[in-house]
T-cell receptor
Framework: DSGVTQTPKHLITATGQRVTLRCSPR?????VYWYQQSLDQGLQFLIH???????AKGNILERFSAQQFPDLHSELNLSSLELGDSALYFC?????????????FGPGTRLTVL | QQQVKQSPQSLIVQKGGISIINCAYE??????FPWYQQFPGKGPALLIA?????SEKKEGRFTISFNKSAKQFSLHIMDSQPGDSATYFC?????????????FGKGTLLTVNP
């Protein structure tokens, strides 16, 4: 158990809908990263938040957004969902001490868009 | 552009044998190289990591070999066990700037036969 929690575990929805994925980082970790895992693209970085502020964006679609709250949990919002958005979504957290960037992954949310 | 190339895609090893997975990177700014292990239905778990100031790091049966000039690193699993059967991902990141995202290889599915 990495100490990172994600809810829900599974999500089934229809095209055009909006969903919210939630992540709670390990105790003491200020950084939260979101990654998407699909069969064709592998593990792809989406976005990084540090202590409530957006630090970096990767290949994140404009239909996707995220935020990190004062209690450090994070939410990834996916809107106008398309079939191709079906994937596993992982969040990871790290202390971000500067020397080592040890990222610990949660169990993921499996999103199925029908 | 695939910045981290991983091979082989799949690997079958007999119990007690040595499993070797290779990765090559392009971005010379990378200075942190972790390996992750992922079981079906689980999130990636940090296995072992190395920085380029050392050529080898060993933790139990797992060893990372690093060749900075060739921009290559590899994971060796000694005395491979059926419980090691999983997908292994190499990754790379930088410790400078503001983006600590992990760039992943495509993964290697390891099967250890009893």
């Amino acid at each position: 158990d990495s100490g990172v929690t994600q809810t829900p575990k599974h999500l089934i929805t229809a095209t055009g809908q909006r969903v919210t994925l939630r992540c709670s980082p390990r105790s003491g970790d200020l950084s939260v990263y979101w990654y998407q895992q699909s069969l064709d693209q592998g593990l792809q970085f989406l976005i990084h938040y540090y202590n409530g502020e957006e630090r970096a964006k990767g290949n994140i679609l404009e239909r996707f957004s995220a935020q990190q709250f004062p209690d450090l949990h994070s939410e990834l919002n996916l809107s106008s969902l398309e079939l191709g958005d079906s994937a596993l979504y992982f969040c990871a957290s790290s202390v971000l001490s500067g020397v080592y960037n040890e990222q610990f992954f949660g169990p993921g949310t499996r999103l199925t868009v029908l | 552009q695939q910045q981290v190339k991983q091979s082989p895609q799949s690997l079958i090893v007999q119990k007690g044998g040595i499993s070797i997975i290779n990765c090559a990177y392009e971005n010379t700014a990378f200075d942190y190289f972790p390996w992750y292990q992922q079981f079906p239905g689980k999130g990636p778990a940090l296995l072992i990591a190395i920085r380029p100031d050392v050529s080898e790091k060993k933790e139990g049966r797992f060893t990372i070999s690093f060749n900075k000039s060739a921009k290559q690193f590899s994971l060796h699993i000694m005395d491979s066990q059926p419980g090691d059967s999983a997908t292994y991902f190499c990754a790379a990141s930088t410790s400078g700037g503001s983006n600590y995202k992990l760039t992943f290889g495509k993964g290697t599915l390891l099967t250890v036969n009893p």
